[in-house]
């Protein structure tokens, strides 16, 4: 049994389903992952309900905190869930959770548990609004305001993975208007993803070169590799100029995959610097501090805080 577990959290994904126990300072204690069955609905709930046994079986509390994110949308009035990678579009998992177990298990988009734990004792800490922003295999981001998760309409996070490229920097670099697998064309996740890196390579030199070789041989002093980044920076940077103008954070806190990139935030703050924009304000960035781990704390945190709130009413 862990001796201090005070909280849980799962983080439900495409490929794994990552259940952990947290003590009260919320440092990760026990970890345990196991694959996402992604054949029906009730598989996956299976699953996932052996990972919420789990971590209140290794607690020694069947009343343990437990928040579970998700790779998509929950509707906050309607329960009713929506993604593209893990069988839950239609379904009430929430309400599949409270039959089973007599209880709540808040559920947020996996973008907005990020912001929520980067802006609590993370890299966004002491920021009063931050964006956290995933850029892995897709890009999504989520919003903390004022170290909490503000009410959206639907449960909808910010999908700025699916905002649309502007149309004269395509043109400038000859770039083709890539279809998405949201079913629109051109949206910003495929061109500054960690694969987004990868294509550009690929629609740029002629060679399909993968993410982090893009970024070593440019390193290495490889120049059509480095013009590929740099074009890949341009863009990455017209996604943080939208969201600037959408949401005007003091901090964009960045995760995924693509953070993992040596000198990420100097490249980016650097080409963000020199945007002709007039006098806006540029939020600072940052990396991560909780890393993969960064989503699953903010649901322990959400937890914690939604028990306390019903103990005290
Ligand atoms: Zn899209």
Not at 208 to 215: D, K, L, R, S, T
Not at 290 to 303: F, I, K, N, P, V
Request: glycine share 14%; aromatic share 4%.
């Amino acid at each position: 049994m862990t001796v201090s577990a005070t909280s849980g959290a799962i983080d439900l994904g495409g490929t794994k389903i990552e259940a952990r126990l947290f003590d009260a300072g919320l440092n990760s204690l026990q970890t345990r992952r196991i694959d996402t069955p992604t054949t029906s609905y009730a598989a996956m709930m299976e699953a996932l309900c052996a990972q919420i046994d789990w971590l209140l079986e290794q607690s020694g509390q069947a009343d343990l905190p437990v928040g579970i994110c998700v790779p998509g949308v929950i509707d906050p009035e309607s329960g009713i869930a929506f993604a593209a990678n893990v069988p839950i579009t239609g379904e009430n998992p929430g309400q599949t959770l409270a039959h089973r177990y007599g209880r709540e298990f808040p559920l947020e988009n996996d973008c907005m548990a990020l912001a929520l734990s980067e802006a609590n004792g993370g890299a966004g800490e002491g920021y009063s609004s931050v964006v956290g922003l995933i850029m892995g295999t897709g890009v999504g981001a989520g919003f903390a305001l004022s170290g909490s998760i503000p009410m959206r309409h639907g449960g909808i996070a910010v999908e700025i993975g699916h905002i649309g490229m502007p149309a004269d920097i395509l043109a400038r670099h000859g770039l083709p208007v890539s279809p998405c697998g949201c079913g629109r064309k051109g949206c910003m996740e495929r061109y500054v993803a960690g694969s987004g890196l990868g294509r550009l390579s690929e629609w740029l030199t002629g060679t399909a070169v993968a993410g982090p070789e893009v970024v070593s041989r440019a390193a290495a002093g490889d120049a059509r590799m480095a013009m590929v980044l740099d074009v890949w920076t341009e863009l990455a940077v017209e996604c943080l100029l939208t969201l600037q103008l959408t949401l005007a954070p003091q901090c964009i806190v960045i995760g995924g995959g693509v953070s993992r990139m040596p000198g990420l935030v100097e490249r980016l703050q650097a080409a963000l610097a020199v945007t002709d924009f007039g006098a806006l304000r540029l939020p600072q960035l940052r990396i991560a501090e909780h890393g993969d781990s960064s989503g699953a704390r903010g649901m322990a945190l959400l937890a914690v805080a939604r028990r306390k709130m019903q103990k005290d009413i």
